[in-house]
């Protein structure tokens, strides 16, 4: 299908690997020119080598901490120069859990609210007013778990996310942008190999929660970004969609 996306630009934060680079590839197979962003150098390095035969060339490479003091501001401005003076594609990714052991400070929520939903905010705030004035755009935030079983920073910072991007969905549909998230489930990237280190704690949590089966792959989660990035979704505005294989409770 061609999803009418050659010649359009986007940035994905944290493509360094996993998820992120997974969306990475499905946008440059639709020939879109991409901007990478991350904290590792070496880490882009690969992921842009890899993509460099995809209809939308090799990545672009931005080297930045989205929460860093300036860092959305930094990686805003050097992605737009470096794909020509915009972004049509946002895609915020970065996001990370970060489980409640013991008593928890200010610091520690200050810095999970950050990471997984401040960022994207500040980000977006730098992009959107572009997409405006072009009267198109796509923003595409990853959230997960609203609600976990145990205390966790990252649960209501996601929650907020999905309800910030919502009533954005509201604000900037008049000018022809769309808002939308997506929640993965149990995809197969580092962070949940740590959760299941062996083959048989996956087996088990698939029995449990996943009728499909088995874990998502990253292109799972990038060919939805891909369409939903496409005019061909033009109708779909502050969706929060699941990719979980139909898992019966998220945890």
Same mark, same amino acid.
Do not use: C, M, Q
């Given at each position: 299908m061609n999803l009418g996306l050659e010649g359009k630009t986007a940035l994905i934060t944290a493509a360094s690997g996993g998820i992120g680079s997974g969306i990475a590839g499905s946008l440059a197979d639709a020939g879109v020119r991409v901007a990478i962003s991350g904290r590792t150098a070496a880490a882009l390095e690969k992921v842009a080598g890899a993509l460099a035969s995809r209809a939308g060339g090799r990545p672009v490479i931005v080297v930045g901490d989205v929460c860093a003091q300036g860092g959305p501001a930094q990686i805003a401005a050097e992605a737009s /120069?470096?794909? !020509?003076?915009?972004?049509? %594609?946002?895609? *915020? *990714?970065?996001?990370? #859990?970060?489980?409640?052991?013991g008593e928890a400070d200010d610091a520690f929520w200050d810095e999970a609210m950050t990471l997984n939903f401040l960022a994207a905010r500040r980000l977006t705030d730098l992009i959107s007013p572009g997409m405006k004035a072009? $009267?198109? !755009?796509?923003?595409? $935030? %990853?959230?997960? =778990?609203l609600v976990a079983p145990k205390l966790n920073g990252a #649960?209501?910072?996601?929650? =907020?996310?999905?309800?910030?991007?919502?009533?954005?969905?509201? &604000?900037?549909?008049?000018? +022809?942008?769309?808002? $939308?998230?997506i929640a993965p489930g149990r995809i197969n990237t580092a962070q949940i190999q740590k959760l299941h280190p062996t083959e048989q704690s996956k087996a088990d949590f698939i029995k449990q929660n996943i009728? /499909? !089966?088995? @874990?998502? &792959?990253?292109?799972? %989660? +990038?060919?939805?970004?891909? @369409?939903? /990035?496409?005019?061909l979704a033009r109708y779909i505005n502050g969706a929060a969609i699941p990719v979980d294989g139909g898992a019966i409770r998220r945890v």
């Open positions: /120069a470096a794909l !020509g003076g915009h972004v049509d %594609i946002l895609v *915020n *990714n970065a996001g990370g #859990a970060r489980p409640v052991t072009r $009267n198109w !755009g796509r923003i595409v $935030n %990853i959230s997960g =778990a #649960a209501p910072a996601k929650a =907020a996310l999905v309800s910030w991007s919502r009533t954005l969905s509201s &604000e900037l549909g008049p000018y +022809g942008v769309t808002v $939308n998230t009728p /499909a !089966g088995y @874990f998502g &792959e990253p292109e799972d %989660i +990038g060919h939805l970004v891909a @369409f939903l /990035a496409s005019p």
